[in-house]
């Protein structure tokens, strides 16, 4: 599930109490949206960080627009602009939105407290996730 096909099979471990291997992914500045690099190279978290990572750039892909990732793979927030829904229909649908692009992954076992505030012609959602090694925070600026 790795954004960075290159680096191969790193799998080594299993999850405690799953069937699912260790979850690893390239760490995120979430602040300017880009991988972290440490020494030169790409700094590799696991668990909640690396599920906290996917789930952020998860929420930041428009659903069904790029053809290297799979349908399943995205959110379909974007599709709320212009409508003209009452602002408690639109925060409805934008959480239903949410989880169905969370859930898709198998480490993620429930999303709650899903915050959702528009401000200066953005959208914000936050929340926690409760994924197979406990609970983390996201934030995203859609």
Known sequence: MSLFPFFGDTVTEVA???????YKEVAWDF???IPK???????????????????????????????????????????IIGQSYTP??????CI????????INPYIKAV???EVSFSEGHLTVS????TIYGETEVEVRV
């Not at 978290?45 to 930041?60: G, I, P, Q, R, S």
């Not at 290297?68 to 927030?77: F, Q, V």
């Not at 408690?88 to 649908?93: F, I, R, V």
């Open 88 to 93: 408690n229909l639109t925060k409805a649908e």
């Open 37 to 79: 690099l440490k020494n030169g190279e790409y700094e590799i978290v696991t668990e909640n960080e690396a599920v906290k990572t996917w789930a952020y750039k998860a929420l930041k892909t428009e659903r069904f627009q790029h053809l290297i990732y799979s349908w399943n793979y995205g959110s379909e927030i974007d599709s």
């Open 31 to 33: 602040q300017n949206n």
């Open 112 to 114: 709650f407290e899903v």
């Open 127 to 130: 929340g926690t996730l409760e």
């Open 96 to 103: 239903r939105y949410i989880e169905e692009a969370l859930l």
């Open 16 to 22: 405690a109490g799953t069937n699912l291997p260790l």
